[in-house]
């Protein structure tokens, strides 16, 4: 069947291409493909009736005043005069729809398109039809004496949609055009012969666990290199093929969302979701592509901690330094990162204020340490209670709690060797410059404060008493003169006792002792200076001629108190008297150190004329 445009051309339609195309397939192979054959009627049904509705259309449109002339007619193709022609050219001008070739499809013959036709043909071969454009000469061929144009090649619609072509009828003798050239669209039908892709996959999502039914977990994409307008081809449906009933997918949008409540991490961690994309709407026949998609659970603070034992036992020696741990206590918890941190606490026990809990940062430890000394003979044993809490909690799992555990901590001390101990920490003795030779002028004590009892020596570090100037005994501790003292000397004596057990050698203790040399008067007056004195001989009496002073090595408790008198064989001399100075003493001077000597006081007379010589 063929149409007639404007009056002056004919073409063939498109679905008669079809009838030939799947006859001539049918011819060389044999029976189609019963799915090849469903394919072709949903591609080409819409069409037949279109053109059912436009033929008649076409038909009844009123012929143009062109002549048509009949087959054969060569004379009055002659005769046509240019005026004509021209006339014709200018009323009309070639209009064509869209022609379809049916991609992938193939034969042994070359694929019937279409036809063109004109009316100026009579059938005498004096018409010419040559085609150009896209694939004009190797992929589309016309003939140029029928007008049918041919495929010569296997097309591919995702290759390349639709060709552009212009077609002429020239005179085959002259070359000249009997016709303006018209452009036409040549279009690849699609076939779903693409299978959906999902060009993103595999995917990894996660989701929280405990999460409640149709919680959001990710969303895949397929892609269907079809044609998404015409047909089916490209119309996907997704579905789960492995993951039920942990998850479902809406069919259309390809979101994931959880299908089962309470999915705990803690039992299974990882979902391995197969989905499946299929064009088609999902009908029979369609095709398919699959991805994977590794569901995470992601930690939720749903478990308390846990200690992996009620009771804890641990023994620590006496004479533990401060700050070091005796002990580790664990509270397990099931979930991870920072929903499985606890702090611990000691929340009751005899030891609260001797021991301490800290939180080892990376193991999550309990670690215990000593606060303060600890004393095998006064206490021996302590009971702690211990508190592990989570520091990060969920308040949607409130209810589930209380996130925290509780354990006993049982501490032994253990009893350990102790050094002697003094019965003071330091010791000042005072001893009086004249002491006799081995006085006893002091003594120390020291015990062993071990269960068992060392018997304790004595001795003196003689690093801090160079000159040998004191013993001790070694069973008693009392300290012994060795040599004189003089206070004038040395006021102060610094040494270190020594006390040692006995039956362990390297348990010593050591104590300081100042020994405070006490002041005898054993020094004689001395005058501060030598004296000399100068008298006018017009002196007048009562004048003072010299002053005098003298001082003491001594320093009695009360101060010195000096006499001053002429030498005796001056005594009766009536010219010169002797008179003290009553309140005169030395200037104030800085208190010094106990190591130092007080200052020397000084006493001052006067030498008074009594009448002139």
């Known amino acids: 069947m063929t149409g007639k445009l404007n009056g002056s051309c004919f073409y063939n339609l498109s679905y008669f291409y079809v009838d030939c195309a799947v006859n001539t397939w049918r011819s060389s192979c044999g029976t189609m493909p019963e799915r090849l054959t469903e394919m072709l009627m949903d591609t080409w049904t819409p069409l037949i009736i279109l053109w059912i509705t436009v033929l008649p259309s076409i038909f009844m449109a009123p012929m143009n005043q062109s002549q048509v002339l009949p087959s054969g007619s060569s004379t009055g193709l002659k005769s046509l005069t240019e005026e004509q022609r021209v006339l014709n050219r200018s009323k009309r001008g070639w209009v064509w729809n869209q022609m379809f070739v049916l991609e992938e499809f193939s034969g042994p013959e070359p694929i019937l398109v279409g036809r063109l036709h004109t009316d100026l043909d009579p059938g005498s071969s004096k018409i010419k039809y040559i085609l150009s454009g896209d694939g004009a000469g190797t992929i589309f061929v016309i003939n140029d004496k029928t007008g049918d144009i041919h495929a010569m090649k296997r097309l591919d619609r995702e290759e390349k949609a639709e060709y552009t072509l212009t077609a002429q009828a020239v005179d085959r003798d002259t070359n000249k055009p009997l016709e303006p050239p018209s452009e036409f669209i040549i279009k690849v039908q699609d076939i779903n012969d693409n299978a959906p ?11 929280p666990e405990m999460s ?5 977990v990710t969303k895949v994409t397929a892609t269907d290199a079809d044609d998404p307008v015409y047909g089916n081809s490209a119309k996907l449906v997704y579905s789960i093929l492995e993951g039920q009933p942990y998850f479902s997918i809406e069919p259309h949008t390809a979101i994931i969302k959880t299908a089962l409540p309470n999915m705990d991490r803690e039992a299974k961690e990882e979902y391995f979701v197969v989905i499946q994309a299929k064009d088609m709407g999902g009908h029979m026949g369609g095709l398919s592509g699959t991805t994977t998609v590794t569901i995470t659970l992601s930690d939720v603070n749903d478990n308390p901690p846990k200690f992996a034992q009620s ?4 023994s620590v020696m006496e004479d533990v330094a401060l700050g070091e741990p005796i002990g580790r206590v664990k509270a397990n918890d099931l979930d991870i990162g920072e929903n499985a941190k606890s702090s611990y606490d000691i929340i009751e026990g005899d030891g609260m204020d001797i021991f301490e809990i800290t939180t080892d940062a990376q193991t999550q430890d309990g670690i215990i340490r000593v606060r303060k000394p600890l004393d095998f003979e006064t206490k021996k044993s302590y009971t702690l209670k211990v508190e592990a809490t989570n520091i990060h909690i969920d308040p949607r799992f409130i209810s589930g709690g209380p996130f925290k555990d509780t354990a006993t901590v049982k501490i032994v001390v253990e009893d350990a060797d102790e050094p002697p101990v003094f019965s003071s920490p330091t010791y000042l003795l005072e001893v009086h410059e004249n002491a006799a030779i081995n006085s006893v002028i002091g003594q120390v004590t ?3 404060p071990d269960v068992s009892s060392s018997p304790i020596r004595f001795s003196i570090d003689r690093h801090t008493d160079l000159e040998r100037q004191f013993n001790i005994n070694a069973e008693d501790g009392k300290i012994t003169l060795a040599t004189p003292l003089d206070r004038e000397t040395n006021m102060w004596h610094n040494i270190t006792i020594v006390a040692t057990e006995t039956r362990n050698h390297s348990q010593v203790s050591r104590v300081p002792v100042a020994i405070k040399v006490l002041d005898v008067n054993d020094n004689a007056p001395e005058f501060a200076s030598e004296h000399e004195a100068f008298l006018c001989e017009n002196g007048k009496p009562g004048q003072v001629i010299q002053i005098v002073s003298a001082v003491d090595k001594d320093d009695p408790k009360n101060g010195h108190y000096f006499l001053y008198s002429l030498l005796p064989e001056m005594v009766n001399n009536p010219n010169f008297t002797i008179k003290k100075n009553e ?10 150190s106990l190591l130092r000597p007080k200052p020397e006081v000084i006493h001052q007379v006067f030498i008074r004329l009594d009448r002139p010589t």
Do not use: L, N, S
């Open 446 to 448: 020291a015990h062993d």
């Open 583 to 592: 309140g005169c003493r030395a200037p104030d001077r800085q208190i010094p």
């Open 197 to 207: 892709e999902f060009v993103d996959g595999p995917y990894h999502a996660t989701v």
């Open 311 to 314: 009771m804890y036992h641990f």
């Open 212 to 216: 409640v039914v149709g919680t959001f």
